[in-house]
């Protein structure tokens, strides 16, 4: 609460090249041309005292994971909507989240439905980290590296979660 009520941390999951990181926040944050919709706000970056790279980022009102199974056609088909739209402004800057997953996805205080933990964001496709359950099948292969295509896999897991609340 207090100062920090709507913002939450989120952790770089591997060490990213210090110039390439401040070159891809910039592109995350909401003056930079064509802001991003349907994505958490970023407000800040920084080096925490552990030595890991942080970004202050938008708390979302609620978890999409608390509202699924979604039954509701017309509330499903909108947050479907709402998140193609932020990971098209993600790709559409050149960035691959890499961690979609149902938990990384949440309601804003309007409403709307945001992609959020923007700490596995890469201009790179990368290596491939986060969850399994929404991971593509390509990228169990060794050496794989995440894609926008793996993006757009992962999102439809998202979807199919919120639809029918299976994993």
Not at 58 to 75: F, N
Not at 128 to 144: C, D, N
Request: charged fraction near 25%; hydrophobic fraction near 45%; glycine fraction near 10%.
């Amino acid at each position: 609460r207090g100062e920090w009520h709507d913002r939450a941390l989120a952790r770089f999951i591997e060490e990213p090249n210090a110039v390439q990181l401040f070159d891809e926040i910039k592109l995350l944050l909401p003056s930079a041309k064509g802001a991003l919709e349907n994505v958490a706000q970023l407000y800040l970056a920084f080096k925490g005292d552990d030595g890991d790279i942080y970004l202050e980022e938008e708390l979302l009102y609620r978890p999409l994971q608390t509202l699924a199974p979604l039954k509701m056609v017309d509330q499903f088909f909108s947050i479907a909507r709402d998140l193609c739209n932020g990971l098209s402004s993600l790709h559409r800057v050149g960035l691959i989240h890499r961690d979609l997953k149902l938990d990384n996805c949440g309601i804003d205080h309007s409403g709307i439905a945001k992609i959020f933990d923007l700490g596995s964001v890469t201009s790179e496709g990368g290596n491939v980290e986060g969850t399994t359950l929404s991971r593509a099948p390509e990228l169990f292969a060794a050496g794989a590296k995440w894609t926008k295509a793996s993006d757009v896999w992962a999102m439809g897991a998202v979807l199919f979660a919120v639809r029918t609340g299976g994993d």
